[in-house]
């Protein structure tokens, strides 16, 4: 049965989350505000709804674990799975924003939530107001940089000219999607942790962060096939800052995570460092500014390294 509120609560999410993605641009076109603008922070934001709901629901009823690592396995699997997969069925290309500005505030985040957590095992609430300022901070730094005419592909004109009756139902709905579903995956995550003999963390790091990665995965790899638009690194850097700062900020904020689980810091933690940081070599070896297909596979080679060590050191 837990297998059963597990994938109901992936299903609401994925619905959720896109029901709240269409109303909330829909609501930005009725004030306004540019198509860029709406990419990079609208859209940014609505994508993290479900990570944040799942997080915030499991800080709620007393599983920090799955808090902390829905983040931190989201992050591994976005490099590691997305990434990798989609890079083997087509090559992405690196721009220069990628070391100028990108890959640089994505590790500043990750090493700061380290200091944060290993500090005094606990993210607090000042500390989750500090996350979500720097996100607040990097995406200025980030329209200023961009060029007015930037193509931001996420968004659908069509969303501009949407009744607000439509707009209300939409975001009715994906409330209510992401409400139920964040709490039954939590609880049916926590009924499998328990059955199989494995640790909450490592529930989350793995079930959770895949299952809620899964719907990005599928995309970039449909789009990657159908060599339709050009797969952007940037978008998945991006993700990653959006985890940290706003997931696990905005959780923090309403409620402190304690570290509960020791391979969060011993383990889990480096690896999310680990599959950070190697982008930057990766991106400058031979083939430069460019993931091909080994580059792609090497990814997920390892993050089929990490999934096994996992579960093997869990029990």
Same mark, same amino acid.
């Given at each position: 049965?837990?297998?059963?509120?597990?994938?109901?609560? @992936?299903?609401? =999410?994925?619905?959720?989350?896109?029901?709240?993605?269409?109303?909330?641009? +829909? =609501?930005? @076109?009725?004030?306004?505000?540019?198509?860029?603008?709406?990419?990079?922070?609208?859209?940014?934001?609505?994508?993290?709804?479900?990570?944040?709901?799942?997080?915030?629901?499991?800080?709620?009823?007393?599983?920090?674990?799955?808090?902390?690592?829905?983040?931190?396995?989201?992050?591994?699997?976005?490099?590691?799975?997305?990434?990798?997969?989609? +890079?083997?069925?087509?090559?992405?290309?690196?721009?220069?924003?990628?070391?100028?500005?990108?890959?640089?505030?994505?590790?500043?985040?990750?090493?700061?939530?380290?200091?944060?957590?290993?500090?005094?095992?606990?993210?607090? +609430?000042?500390?989750?107001?500090?996350?979500?300022?720097?996100?607040?901070?990097?995406?200025?730094?980030?329209?200023?940089?961009?060029?007015?005419?930037?193509?931001?592909?996420?968004?659908?004109?069509?969303?501009?000219?949407?009744?607000?009756?439509?707009?209300?139902?939409?975001?009715?709905?994906?409330?209510?999607?992401?409400?139920?579903?964040?709490?039954?995956?939590?609880?049916? +995550?926590?009924?499998?942790?328990?059955?199989?003999?494995?640790?909450?963390?490592?529930?989350?790091?793995?079930?959770?962060?895949?299952?809620?990665?899964?719907?990005?995965?599928?995309?970039?790899?449909?789009?990657?096939?159908?060599?339709?638009?050009?797969?952007?690194?940037?978008?998945?850097?991006?993700?990653?800052?959006?985890?940290?700062?706003?997931?696990?900020?905005?959780?923090?904020?309403?409620?402190?995570?304690?570290?509960?689980?020791? =391979?969060?810091?011993?383990?889990?933690?480096?690896?999310?460092?680990? @599959?950070?940081?190697?982008?930057?070599?990766?991106?400058?070896?031979?083939?430069?500014?460019?993931?091909?297909?080994?580059?792609?596979?090497?990814?997920?080679?390892?993050?089929?390294?990490?999934?096994?060590? =996992? @579960?093997?050191?869990?029990?």
């Amino acid at each position: 049965m837990s297998i059963v509120w597990v994938v109901l609560g @992936f299903t609401l =999410l994925v619905v959720g989350g896109e029901f709240l993605v269409r109303s909330s641009v +829909a =609501l930005s @076109f009725k004030f306004n505000i540019s198509k860029m603008v709406i990419g990079m922070t609208v859209v940014s934001f609505a994508t993290s709804a479900p990570e944040l709901l799942v997080s915030l629901q499991a800080a709620l009823s007393g599983s920090p674990a799955i808090a902390i690592t829905n983040v931190i396995g989201s992050n591994i699997a976005n490099i590691g799975l997305v990434l990798g997969v989609t +890079a083997m069925v087509s090559t992405i290309a690196v721009d220069k924003s990628f070391y100028r500005l990108n890959w640089p505030v994505m590790m500043v985040f990750s090493i700061v939530l380290y200091y944060f957590l290993k500090n005094d095992n606990v993210l607090s +609430a000042f500390e989750g107001i500090i996350l979500f300022l720097g996100l607040v901070l990097f995406l200025v730094i980030l329209i200023r940089s961009t060029k007015s005419n930037a193509v931001v592909e996420e968004v659908d004109e069509t969303l501009a000219v949407v009744s607000n009756f439509k707009i209300g139902t939409w975001l009715l709905i994906g409330a209510t999607s992401l409400y139920f579903g964040s709490e039954w995956l939590v609880d049916g +995550a926590k009924a499998i942790a328990l059955s199989v003999g494995v640790s909450e963390a490592v529930i989350g790091v793995s079930l959770i962060a895949i299952g809620t990665s899964v719907p990005e995965l599928a995309a970039s790899i449909i789009a990657a096939a159908k060599q339709e638009k050009a797969i952007s690194l940037g978008n998945l850097i991006g993700s990653n800052i959006f985890n940290i700062a706003s997931v696990l900020g905005l959780t923090a904020i309403i409620k402190p995570i304690p570290v509960t689980e020791p =391979l969060i810091l011993t383990s889990d933690i480096f690896w999310m460092l680990g @599959f950070a940081f190697v982008l930057f070599p990766l991106v400058m070896l031979r083939k430069k500014f460019e993931i091909n297909r080994a580059k792609g596979f090497f990814l997920v080679f390892v993050y089929g390294v990490f999934m096994f060590l =996992l @579960f093997t050191a869990g029990k």
